[in-house]
């Protein structure tokens, strides 16, 4: 059983440029979070997908961030016109829907840097 | 929303060392998860404990729902504790976790 997988691992890019991060989930789990991490903090809640619905997005997910997921199974962020703060680790996570609360298992991370 | 505070923030332990890690949590949780994240960022699950208490190996947890705390306990630390720990409970019904800002673990030969 494969746990869960991003791509990629480090991205570097300079300011005002477009990227996209991929999360594979655990296969079968129905729910996947994506959240941001900044150092010496934990991670903060980014949106999360029942299957392929896009059930809530955080107020840190400003216009220039988008998540999909389609078909239900791998998921992207993408991030408009980076800015500085956007620097961070992000992170994806998956849990099955067998009860009301599911144990989250996270990625490895993409930890990006903005020039 | 929920609030999860963790304590203490730093620890230093000679190897060999037992250590006691808190979380506690403002309003009912019905869930809690511990984590160990390593120097590459990897958060690595270790308890999912809305109660009780459990153990594996060198490492056990213990929550009191009703008094909102949990516990993180480390016996026998080892130089691969190190890293940061963290405590997260779900704020709503689809699971989204509310993380403390993280209990910094260095164990010295």
């Known amino acids: 059983d494969t746990g869960v997988s991003q791509d990629p691992r480090h991205k570097i890019t300079k300011r005002g440029q477009n990227v996209t991060f991929r999360c594979d989930p655990i296969?079968?789990?129905?729910?996947l979070y994506w959240y941001r991490q900044t150092l010496g903090q934990g991670p903060e809640f980014l949106t999360y997908?029942?299957?392929?619905?896009?059930?809530?997005k955080s107020r840190l997910l400003s216009d220039r961030f988008s998540a999909e997921r389609p078909k239900g199974s791998f998921s992207t962020l993408e991030i408009q016109r980076t800015e500085q703060g956007d620097s961070a680790m992000y992170l994806c996570?998956?849990?099955?829907?067998?009860?009301?609360?599911?144990?989250?298992?996270f990625g490895p991370g993409t930890r990006l840097t903005v020039l | 929303g929920i609030q999860v505070e963790q304590s203490p923030p730093d620890l230093i332990l000679q190897e060999g060392a037992n250590s006691t890690l808190r979380c506690n949590f403002s309003?009912?949780?019905?869930?809690l998860q511990w984590f160990h994240q390593n120097p590459w960022g990897q958060l690595i699950n270790l308890f999912y404990?809305?109660?009780g208490t459990k153990q594996n190996g060198r490492l056990s947890a213990t929550t009191v729902a009703t008094e909102r705390y949990s516990l993180l306990y480390i016996s026998s630390s080892q130089t691969t504790d190190s890293g940061v720990y963290f405590c997260?409970?779900?704020?709503?019904?689809?699971?989204?976790?509310?993380f403390g800002a993280g209990t910094q673990v260095v164990v010295t030969p």
């Open positions: 996570a998956s849990s099955p829907v067998e009860r009301g609360f599911n144990e989250q298992f």
């Open positions: 296969s079968e789990h129905n729910r």
């Open positions: 997908f029942q299957n392929e619905a896009q059930l809530e």
């Open positions: 309003d009912s949780v019905n869930n």
């Open positions: 404990i809305p109660s």
């Open positions: 997260a409970a779900p704020t709503d019904s689809w699971g989204k976790l509310q």
